[in-house]
């Protein structure tokens, strides 16, 4: 089992900054990919970045390219997203996940979830 626990969400002006934090409990946190998702009210869970075991490889969704940076520190367990020029559009609830599948896009394939954290940005 693994557990994962999200911080850092919170409110902010478009164009801001936040950085989320995603500290995990369990098992040999560098054996699982880690990943972000967001969710908004009404509309899909879908996929923000994800990042390998050794923290290597990144993914990222075409619509936070470029403006988010996904990381990992193995060390303490613990998988971060920094969101820098925030938009409200990117205004969710994000959940971090992991799985032993691979740094996939595909939320099906994350077996562990966190409780999420909402982000939330005013234009």
């Known amino acids: 089992q693994v557990q994962l626990v999200e911080s850092g969400g919170g409110l902010v002006q478009a164009g801001g900054s936040l950085r989320l934090s995603c500290a995990a409990s369990?098992?040999?946190?560098?054996?699982?990919?880690m990943a972000w998702f967001r969710q908004a009210p009404g509309k899909e869970r879908e996929f923000v970045a994800s990042i390998s075991g050794s923290g290597v490889l990144r993914s990222y969704a075409e619509t936070v390219k470029g403006r988010f940076t996904i990381s990992r520190d193995n060390a303490k367990n613990t998988v971060y997203v920094q969101m820098n020029t925030l938009r409200p559009e990117d205004t969710a609830v994000y959940y971090c996940a992991a799985t032993t599948q691979g740094y996939k896009a595909i939320a099906s394939l994350y077996g562990y979830w966190g409780q999420g954290t909402q982000v939330t940005v005013s234009s």
């Open positions: 369990g098992r040999t946190f560098s054996n699982y990919a």
